[in-house]
T-cell receptor, first 117, second 114 residues
């Protein structure tokens, strides 16, 4: 079984300040982890992914995430927020279990990021 | 440009009607998926297909049906048996259903029951 918990449903920051979106996961197998971003009434766009290579993963638009196995975390960060970063962010874990669960994506509940001028 | 096209963007359905949501991809992906998104609930898997003429139920398949007659197309029918169909529906595809392969998403269809 696998699960994802996004620890904050809403995060509010000022433009130019750091962003931290927190994600904890649970997986019986070595996971692959993803962060997606969704702007209102749009589809999801991949920001970055971790697939058992380097634990610090760099993505698009200045975002990065660090895989910490001991803490079962995959937090998303950005040094300086921009107004265009305002959106909803989803942390996703993919199953490496066998059978019909293989490759199944489990989504967190989402974190809405608000950026103030 | 390669991508996933969902249509229509907005859809209104009367009680008791079936409606079909279109999803087409030109990425040459083998796997395709349908998700339902409700506020505060993340995305939930309705159906997925790994190859043509084969598909599997996801977590919330009741009241929905799909077909996969062509690699490029994976339409979703919301039947009258779906008790609460108002939601945002997202189609996705991936090269194959594999644990380290990311999915690509369409722009979504917002379905409203009137």
């Amino acid at each position: 079984a696998q699960s994802v918990t996004q620890l904050d449903s809403h995060v509010s920051v000022s433009e130019g300040t750091p962003v931290l979106l927190r994600c904890n996961y649970s997986s019986s197998y070595s996971p692959s982890l993803f962060w997606y971003v969704q702007h209102p009434n749009k589809g999801l766009q991949l920001l970055l992914k971790y697939t058992s290579a380097a634990t610090l993963v760099k993505g698009i638009n200045g975002f990065e995430a660090e895989f910490k196995k001991s803490e079962t975390s995959f937090h998303l960060t950005k040094p300086s927020a921009h107004m265009s970063d305002a959106a909803e962010y989803f942390c996703v874990v993919s199953s490496n279990a066998g059978g019909t669960s293989y490759g199944k994506l489990t989504f967190g509940q989402g974190t809405i990021l608000t950026v103030h001028p | 440009d390669g991508g996933i096209t969902q249509s229509p963007k907005y859809l209104f359905r009367k009680e008791g009607q079936n409606v079909t949501l279109s999803c087409e991809q030109n990425l040459n992906h083998d796997a395709m998926y349908w998700y339902r998104q409700d506020p505060g609930q993340g995305l939930r898997l309705i159906y997925y297909s790994q190859i043509v003429n084969d598909f599997q139920k996801g977590d919330i398949a009741e009241g929905y049906s799909v077909s996969r007659e062509k690699k490029e197309s994976f339409p979703l029918t919301v039947t009258s048996a779906q008790k609460n169909p108002t939601a945002f529906y997202l189609c996705a595809s991936s090269r194959r259903r594999q644990f380290n392969t990311e999915a690509f998403f369409g722009q979504g269809t917002r379905l409203t029951v009137v």
